[in-house]
């Protein structure tokens, strides 16, 4: 929105709302009428599509047993690559390229064993040194797995602020001794997306496989997975997806690479029509299911059927219109109202850049994070000094943000905050 068009008026917002094309979602979702919930980049509500989804696959075990394998509202078998077709526009992939399966460190673990490939002086990872723990954790040890020392295999590209990463420095850093990229499509921390299309293309065309970690991008940000060549991708589905807690992941392999055997070999990876011949020989899926390994987490799927059918009634490009509109209004109140309180958007301010959540730094943040909760507002603390707030498309409201806003400054103006220790819950 254009800065003569901004207003800091409750009345302001209400417009919005009543000109916001995605509105009937939001009736969707079990929303506390005492509370604002801002945590969705870090877990999604659960909605009454997601339930029934739930529910019925529960009927399915109870009615069928075992034959709920094959029988019911949503067959257990094929639910993986149901999922996955789902999941396929929101990523701008082919349905044959995505699969439900696994976890996002354990699909990591997966797609490292299958795509890092060292040979003569090509031995290195290169990832980002602003990057979720749990990816390098697992890039580390698949270094070690590998006979290598992480120390000197495991580069990570540095930041020039300690907020954002410069696709020039990770271009810079795709040295000939590199034999694998993973880098994340949207810092968890700043909420910078990167260059995915430039930075594929120039890991293609210095031979370098390329792969992403979409976890704090999928279900808030279009993507062009296939189109841009990028060789794989994985991701959670419990944060802008609303999977719930635990929900399987996420993962998706460019169909370039159909028929490469799986680096962690699992018989939920074989062709459907031969997995129950009992062979010792695997005849991988000629697709991303291939990469599956063991038996699905049903109902730990099963809330998706009914979560992804909303995304694909409001389409990822009004979700990603109001996402930016949201956020773009979160900091405009932030500059107009809590001036003078030493607050630092750390986000993009360019819509491009931006993704699905504005983190607001302060030295007081996890005092001023459990003021918040006091005052009715779920926000997410991030340590040092990071409150992160993640105003959701689909059952967020402009009204909300600005009433986050106006707590936050009551909040900062009788210091409200100083009622509490400045230390991270154990969940933060």
């Known amino acids: ?31 506390k009428s005492d509370s604002i919930y801002m945590d969705g980049n870090s877990l999604g509500l659960l909605s009454k599509r997601a339930e029934h989804a739930l529910m019925e696959t529960l009927s399915d075990w109870r ?19 149901q999922v996955g077709e789902m999941l396929a526009p ?48 697992a890039l580390q040890s698949q270094l ?70 979409g976890c704090h991008s999928v279900g808030a940000v279009p993507h062009a997975f296939s189109e841009w060549g990028v060789d794989f991708a994985y991701w ?13 992941g996420g993962l998706y392999v460019n169909r370039s690479h159909f028929g490469t055997l799986p680096g962690l070999a699992g018989w939920f990876g074989s062709k459907k029509e031969k997995q129950f011949d009992m062979a010792h020989t695997l005849e991988p899926a000629e697709s991303a299911g291939a990469f599956q390994i063991g038996t699905p987490h049903v109902l730990s799927l099963a809330p998706l059927l009914g979560s992804l059918e909303m995304f694909a ?45 504005v983190s607001l730094e302060h030295p007081e943040a996890a005092r001023i994070c459990k003021a918040l909760k006091q005052n009715g507002v779920i926000p997410d603390f991030r340590a040092p000094n990071i409150i992160r707030l993640a105003p959701v498309a689909l059952y967020s409201t402009y009204a909300e943000v600005w009433e986050v806003v106006r707590i936050l400054k009551d909040i900062m103006a009788e210091k409200q905050y100083e009622r509490f220790s400045n230390e991270r819950e154990v969940v933060a």
């Not at 120390?151 to 930041?159: E, G, M, N, Q």
């Not at 909420?191 to 031979?207: C, S």
């Not at 930016?324 to 900091?331: K, Q």
Request: charged content about 30%; hydrophobic content about 35%.
């Open 1 to 31: 929105m254009e800065a003569s068009s901004f207003r800091s008026t409750r009345e302001y917002a209400e417009r919005m709302d009543q000109a916001d094309s995605l509105s009937r979602f939001r009736a969707e979702f079990y929303l």
């Open 63 to 81: 009615e069928h047993g075992i034959d709920g394998w094959m029988q019911g509202n949503h067959p257990w078998f094929t639910m993986s690559e």
């Open 90 to 137: 929101l990523v701008g992939a082919s349905p044959e390229e995505v699969i439900a399966t696994g976890s996002t460190t354990v699909n990591l673990h997966q797609l490292v064993s299958s795509f890092y490939k060292p040979e003569g002086i090509r031995t290195k990872i290169l990832a980002d040194e602003l990057t979720f723990p749990s990816d390098i954790y």
């Open 144 to 213: 070690r797995a590998r006979g290598c020392d992480p120390d000197t295999h495991l580069i990570r590209v540095k930041s020039r602020d300690g907020r954002f990463l410069e696709e020039d420095d990770i271009i810079e850093a795709m040295t000939e001794d590199v034999a694998l990229i993973v880098l994340p499509t949207v810092l968890y921390r700043s909420g910078q997306i990167l260059d995915m299309k430039r930075l594929t293309e120039e890991a293609r065309r210095k031979g370098i496989p390329i792969g992403f970690d």
């Open 236 to 248: 959670c589905n419990y944060k802008h997806l609303n999977g719930g807690p635990g929900s399987v």
């Open 313 to 357: 009634e409001a389409g990822i490009e009004s979700i990603r219109r109001k996402s930016l509109g949201l956020t773009e209004y979160l900091m405009a109140l932030i500059d107009s109202e809590l001036d003078g309180f030493g607050f630092f958007i750390g986000s993009p301010r360019d819509d491009v850049r931006r993704g699905g959540h």
